[in-house]
């Protein structure tokens, strides 16, 4: 199996852009793809992606094409755990489903392989191995607390195995079939918690049950379900809202818990750590020992529901699943709300998730850096909401706490698989384990 610098493997490579907010007569609309969108487009959710317009000259260059990778090259940090060095492989589906010109963002940077030596998708699992394998951090620097991939030097001192094609396409296969089941349980769990966040939506947000009385319809729902709603609304401060139902502040229907630790105190206990990466990387926790985390960290208790004030405009709503006796911790940034009696941790996770909540929270955001704009927990906790009888809720907790363990599940077996595969990746492109592993 012949070694090559990484520069002999690469065809062309180039900064990415950001352009503009607004058009103008010399740019064109286009949507840029950031480190932090990777594991949402892997996923097939192409919704946080921002649109903006840049110029045509340099989009020429940019414009992404099927057997990219876009790899992430600036804004990793040590205090965050994360480096740079992550990677992106652009597929014919991805660019069909953006259905969008696509470039990377200023922190990012194109990368195209040459096909006639390594195939792209092999060439990406081998940037995926050195991401894991932590030799990423050999090419990076620092500046103003800010990491930095210094590309030139990965490109002369990075070392691509390149087996035969034949090879690479067999390595391929396996790694692909393992990250299609991956993605297939994740998407199983999206269509579980969308169905949850249906109910929702038509429980407290659109008020079907109330409007079908109102209107003299039957429900579908059981009789003794159907008799919980009222048959006329009321005015409120938020509008129309159902007989007897009041607006109350988040506050009254969840705590903000502000209890925190410091890990590094117990250096060698296990901790589930929930961060901001973790959530981006597609919501499961990292096991950590305390050593490794360094800073303080917010306390996760069972039942608890995180919601992110760091740049609201990017979802990110956690319903944890933690274990009594769990050390579960969670960055800063993440709120870690607790619900209050009658409420439940499944209606106030479809609450955090609603559009009008989010929208909510997106107008309180502060900050003048549109990267690290947050909204200030005081006025997350004053937004008012609907707030339905007791029995209402424990109804749709009975709904929807089986829909969302169903998601749990599916996520859980999507982890594991993702773990087995991170397992067999450095194997198969080292050569040391065989390309025939049966995955299905």
């Not at 040590?78 to 060095?85: F, V, Y």
């Not at 067999?424 to 049966?438: C, D, E, F, I």
Request: charged fraction near 20%; include cysteine; proline fraction near 6%.
């Amino acid at each position: 199996m012949p070694d090559i610098p990484m520069r002999e493997a690469i065809k062309f490579a180039i900064g990415g852009g950001w352009g503009d907010e607004a058009p103008s007569a010399d740019t064109i609309p286009v949507r840029v793809i950031r480190g932090t969108d990777f594991a949402r487009i892997r996923e097939g959710d192409y919704t946080s992606i921002p649109r903006r317009h840049e110029s045509i000259r340099r989009v020429e260059r940019r414009q992404l094409q099927s057997g990219d990778v876009v790899m992430e090259i600036s804004g990793g940090s040590q205090t965050s755990g994360q480096s740079t060095g992550r990677t992106l492989f652009l597929s014919d589906d991805n660019l069909m489903d953006l259905q969008d010109i696509a470039i990377p963002a200023s922190f990012c940077r194109l990368v195209r392989f040459n096909e006639e030596h390594v195939e792209s998708k092999y060439a990406y699992y081998c940037l995926q191995e050195m991401y894991m394998s932590g030799r990423v951090k050999l090419y990076e620097n620092q500046s103003t607390g800010i990491s930095n991939f210094q590309f030139e030097h990965f490109l002369d001192s990075e070392i691509l195995s390149v087996p035969p094609l034949g090879s690479q396409r067999s390595v391929v296969h396996v790694l692909e079939t393992m990250d299609d089941r991956i993605l297939l349980n994740l998407r199983i769990g999206e269509t579980l918690e969308e169905m949850a966040q249906a109910l929702f939506r038509s429980w407290f947000v659109a008020f079907d049950p109330v409007r079908a009385r109102a209107e003299g319809r039957e429900l579908s729902l059981p009789v003794h379900m159907a008799d919980l709603f009222p048959h006329r609304f009321s005015n409120s401060e938020l509008g129309l809202i159902p007989e007897s139902w009041t607006v109350e502040p988040l506050s009254k229907i969840a705590d903000h818990l502000r209890e925190t630790e410091h890990p590094g105190d117990s250096p060698s206990t296990s901790f589930s750590h929930h961060s901001i990466p973790a959530y981006d990387s597609g919501m499961v926790p990292v096991e950590q020992y305390g050593s490794s985390i360094k800073s303080h960290k917010a306390i996760v208790k069972p039942g608890a529901v995180l919601i992110s004030r760091l740049n609201p405009e990017i979802e990110r709503v956690w319903l944890p699943y933690v274990s009594n006796g769990e050390r579960a911790v969670c960055s800063t940034e993440f709120m870690v709300l607790m619900p209050r009696q009658p409420f439940t941790s499944s209606y106030l996770y479809c609450l955090a998730r609603s559009k009008t909540f989010r929208h909510n929270v997106m107008s309180l955001v502060t900050g003048t850096s549109k990267s690290h704009q947050r909204a200030p927990a005081k006025s997350v906790m004053s937004i008012g909401v609907p707030v339905p009888p007791a029995e209402i809720v424990a109804a749709f907790d009975e709904y929807a706490k089986s829909i969302l363990d169903r998601a749990q599940v599916h996520r859980a077996e999507a982890s594991l698989l993702g773990l087995l595969r991170d397992v067999l990746l450095p194997r198969l492109v080292s050569g040391s384990a065989q390309s025939n592993v049966n995955v299905q």
